[in-house]
């Protein structure tokens, strides 16, 4: 859904799988879910999971609040926020599967896919939980601004990573079995 950055767009009990990447117009749309240009997306009590695109969700410039959903087994990042405000709260992040019998979409392991993948945002991230990720539970880029308060890290090559002149402020998170709990570097030359 590409909206007029007046448009609202609402989404609650919505299960969504099988789906992939497209270009629609000439512009790209990287998750099964993407939703571009909103002035608020609202997603609640939704379930993205064995979805073959990039994201299984992927939101742009856009209001945002994400709760109370169940993201995992989609083929590379979860869920990607580029140039989003708002809050992430009350979700699970799972990277393999939960369903049981859910075997006619596979997809390969990817040891480069994330939970919760921010750029260029404002967000708190709040009472979350983040689990078996090959990568990064959060990964935090490109001059995001991130509170990430009582959510729970299991599992995870990396809980946290922190590049590109990014800043987060962390409270009462906890970390069980990560490779890493916290990493930071410099990805990309055109940030600090």
């Known amino acids: ?46 379930y993205v999971h064995h979805n073959s695109a990039d994201d299984g969700l992927n939101i742009k410039n856009s209001q945002i609040l994400l709760t109370d959903n169940v993201f995992s087994m989609n083929s590379s990042d979860q869920v990607d926020l580029d140039s989003c405000s708002g809050y992430v709260k009350n979700n699970k992040f799972i990277y393999n599967s939960i369903v049981k019998g859910f075997n006619f979409i596979n997809n390969p392991k990817d040891d480069n896919g994330d939970g919760l993948d921010f750029s260029g945002s404002k967000i708190i991230v709040k009472n979350n939980s983040f689990n078996g990720f090959l990568d990064k539970g959060i990964s ?44 930071m570097y410099q990805k990309k030359q055109i940030f600090n």
């Open 140 to 183: 935090v880029g490109e001059n995001t601004k991130a509170f990430i308060v009582n959510n729970n890290f299991s599992n995870n090559r990396s809980a946290l990573t922190v590049k590109d002149q990014s800043n987060i402020y962390l409270y009462n998170n906890s970390y069980n079995n990560n490779k890493f709990n916290l990493e």
């Open 1 to 46: 859904s590409i909206g007029s950055n007046n448009t609202n767009c609402t989404i609650n009990y919505l299960e969504i799988y099988g789906g992939k990447d497209a270009v629609l117009n000439g512009l790209y749309l990287s998750g099964a879910l993407s939703l571009y240009s909103h002035q608020k997306v609202t997603i609640k009590d939704s």
